[in-house]
């Protein structure tokens, strides 16, 4: 009995404490109020046709839907670019075979790379200033079997991971 108590105080406990603690908008400074992300052209050596669409979008959504800053054309607070400079897969497991026969891929990595630019050109701040980076995300996901059925579920997948990170490190300064 006294188990069964403990381990349900401590799950309240768990549950209390994390409704309390957000990082939602927690470094944006209050003169950031407009962001531009511009078009994340795909200059990968292998390209998918709609992956600079779904980045792009999918990044914009994340922006609209959990901070205030109000997304604009043309000249704005802040200014996020950037291109997918890399889209590769490899073999990350190998498959023995018989014998006189070459081994085969038991599984496979879709690795993405963005190299992202964002610019707080309205800071006025030492602080506000250093909030400006350029750099790149690389994310990827294992898969086994044929790419073509699975493509757009992993493309959907990493680029949620990526867009993770790169919103955690422009607005949430990790």
């Not at 990968?44 to 709609?50: C, D």
């Not at 800053?69 to 670019?81: F, K, N």
């Not at 897969?89 to 190299?115: F, H, M, Q």
Request: hydrophobic share 40%; charged share 20%; proline share 3%.
């Amino acid at each position: 009995m006294k188990r069964f108590l403990g381990i349900t105080t401590a799950f309240a406990l768990t549950l209390l404490c994390s409704s309390c603690y957000t990082l939602k908008n927690n470094t944006i400074p209050v003169d950031m109020k407009t962001v531009n992300v511009q078009f994340f052209e795909n200059n990968a050596p292998l390209v998918v046709n709609n992956l600079s669409q779904t980045f792009t979008e999918a990044l914009k959504d994340r922006i609209r839907t959990q901070t205030r800053l109000s997304l604009v054309r043309g000249e704005a607070d802040a200014t996020m670019s950037g291109a997918i400079t890399g889209y590769s897969i490899a073999p990350v497991s190998i498959e023995a075979t018989s014998n006189n026969v070459a081994p085969i891929a038991d599984a496979n990595r879709l690795t993405i790379t963005v190299r992202v630019k964002f610019s707080f050109d309205a800071a006025k701040t030492a602080p506000d200033k250093k909030l400006s980076f350029e750099e790149s995300f690389t994310k990827f996901a294992n898969y086994r079997g044929d790419i073509g059925s699975q493509e757009q579920a992993l493309i959907q997948q990493i680029t949620k991971q990526l867009i993770d990170d790169i919103f955690n490190r422009a607005f949430s300064n990790w």
